[in-house]
């Protein structure tokens, strides 16, 4: 049963475009996350966040931004979209140390 | 920084069998080891954790954890066409804010 909810499912875009990923999770948690995984299926954390705290992994380019309304959404911005940028963005959350539940996908292609 | 390794990347068995799945990590300060579980085209799930040295059972499903050795593994027994799917290992060491996730190990189960 879902309830980490993904909007859009999928979205193609040409490079130098600007795009949005929304997230929204029901279960009362207080961490979200944003990964991204690639084509070769490696997931990579790119942010974590909660009530207190944002969390940037250092490798993450600059162009990208999460974005927060409160704690049961997380969403993630691209200024400026990059062909390295196609892949599969997953957002989760937890509470605290314990497991996370992932949301199903937007999968962005870059032409 | 953590550098976290699966072995191996695919793995072909047959209905009833029994498979190991092994993860090495390189952070002998890491506290929390997890086995998610993908299905193709769906989100990661959570599947299995364990946080201190030894041996979890349930069900099909054991994780072993030796710290000692940088090394755990997930072994499941009368292994069903429904396991087929990408096998993740996860490792942090405080909560899921730096969690680090393996490249994954293919695994298809041949009825």
């Known amino acids: 049963e879902t309830a980490v909810f993904q909007t859009p499912n999928y979205h193609v875009t040409q490079v130098g475009n600007e795009v949005s990923f929304n997230c929204k999770q029901t279960l009362g948690h207080d961490t979200m996350y944003w990964y991204k995984q690639d084509s070769k299926k490696l997931l990579k954390i790119m942010f974590s966040?909660?009530?207190?705290?944002?969390?940037v992994n250092e490798t993450v380019p600059r162009r990208f931004s999460p974005q927060s309304s409160d704690k049961a959404h997380l969403n993630l911005r691209i200024k400026s979209v990059e062909p390295e940028d196609s892949a599969v963005y997953l957002c989760a959350s937890s509470s605290d140390i314990y497991e996370q539940y992932f949301g199903p996908g937007t999968r962005l292609t870059v032409l | 920084q953590q550098n976290v390794q699966q072995s191996p990347e695919s793995l072909i068995v047959p209905e009833g069998a029994r498979t190991s799945l092994n993860c090495t990590f390189s952070?002998?300060?890491?506290?929390y080891f997890w086995w998610y579980r993908q299905h193709s085209g769906k989100a990661p799930k959570a599947l299995m954790?364990?946080?201190?040295?030894g041996e979890k059972e349930e069900g099909r499903f054991t994780i072993h954890l030796n710290k000692a050795s940088l090394h755990f593994s997930l072994h499941i027994r009368d292994s069903q066409p429904s396991d087929s799917a990408l096998y993740l290992c996860?490792?942090?060491?405080?909560?899921?804010?730096?969690?680090?996730f393996g490249a994954g190990t293919k695994l298809t189960i041949k009825p």
């Open positions: 954790s364990i946080f201190s040295n």
């Open positions: 952070d002998s300060a890491s506290q």
């Open positions: 966040y909660n009530n207190k705290q944002l969390i």
């Open positions: 996860a490792v942090s060491d405080y909560g899921n804010e730096k969690i680090t």
